[in-house]
């Protein structure tokens, strides 16, 4: 038995040593995606009559590459972070926490490095 | 938790739906479902790098009424989910708390989805004027 206080466990930033990290970076990512998500829709209900030499032209550009690669990288952290907050409250089973977490780890850099090789593919 | 002596919540049955309730599962559900979002991002990206057959492909299956169901889904995931969470900046900035407060923002996240979700498509497939 700790004879520490709740407090003095808090800020000692607790079992878990990272304090308000995750919480933070969700919020920073959060920020981000606002401007992102609102540049990606509003491109993209230009082009969905475009044929295919208009949608590669865009996405040639510097600043389109730079701006995809900026909301699909920021976009799957994010993701990553809340998936990992819904397996912490939902799965209490050590086995399946473990694996899930290692899962949601490995799918979200996958699919991230995926997308990001396929911009540069495209913009280089 | 046997040596509570603190008196607990009752359970999440116990209570009666209300709008607050329902947005802050939805904004969860909402969450997970952009991450189907993000795959179909992903296959867009990969197809457009790939060339103008993969595109083609991409496009006919996006055509398509379930291509569209999802479409539509994933816009209005996605709206819901960018207006709850600028909702969810305010309250971590200790504002929007009050239960009059709390009933006026969620009237508000619903109407700036579903109107954003509108606008979009509007534009996107000029579902009423037709480009």
């Known amino acids: 038995m700790s004879l520490r206080s709740p ?16 919480w933070w970076m969700q919020k920073v990512s959060a920020v981000a995606l606002v401007p992102l998500t609102i540049w990606f829709v509003s491109s993209i209900v230009q082009m969905t009559r475009a044929d295919y030499e208009v ?70 | 938790m046997s040596d509570t002596k603190r008196p607990l919540s009752p359970h999440l049955q116990v209570y009666s739906w209300s709008l607050e309730m329902a947005l802050s599962i939805f904004h969860r559900a909402t969450g997970v479902a ?21 595109y083609d492909q991409f496009r006919t299956v996006m055509s398509s009424i ?19 969470g600028i909702r969810h900046l305010f309250w971590d900035m200790g504002k929007g708390f009050d239960l ?7 009237k508000m996240v619903l109407f700036f989805s ?7 498509w509007v534009i996107g497939y000029g579902m009423i004027l037709e480009v």
């Open chain 1, 7 to 22: 407090l003095g466990k808090v800020r000692g930033l607790g079992s878990a040593k990272n304090g308000t990290h995750h």
């Open chain 1, 55 to 124: 949608v590669i032209n865009w996405m040639n550009s510097p600043i389109v590459a730079v701006l995809m690669l900026l909301f699909v990288t920021t976009g799957i952290y994010h993701l990553k972070l809340g998936l990992q907050v819904i397996i912490e409250d939902y799965i209490h089973s050590e086995g399946s926490k473990v694996f899930l977490q290692m899962l949601v780890t490995f799918s979200c850099v996958a699919v991230g490095t995926t997308a990001g090789f396929s911009i540069l593919k495209i913009a280089l």
């Open chain 2, 34 to 54: 952009l991450g189907g979002g993000a795959l179909l991002i992903t296959w867009w990206i990969i197809a457009i790098a790939t060339g103008p057959d993969a």
């Open chain 2, 66 to 84: 379930t291509g569209k169901v999802f479409l539509f889904a994933f816009t209005f995931s996605l709206m819901l989910h960018m207006c709850n």
């Open chain 2, 100 to 106: 009059g407060d709390s009933r006026r923002s969620s």
């Open chain 2, 114 to 120: 579903v109107f954003l979700t509108a606008l979009s």
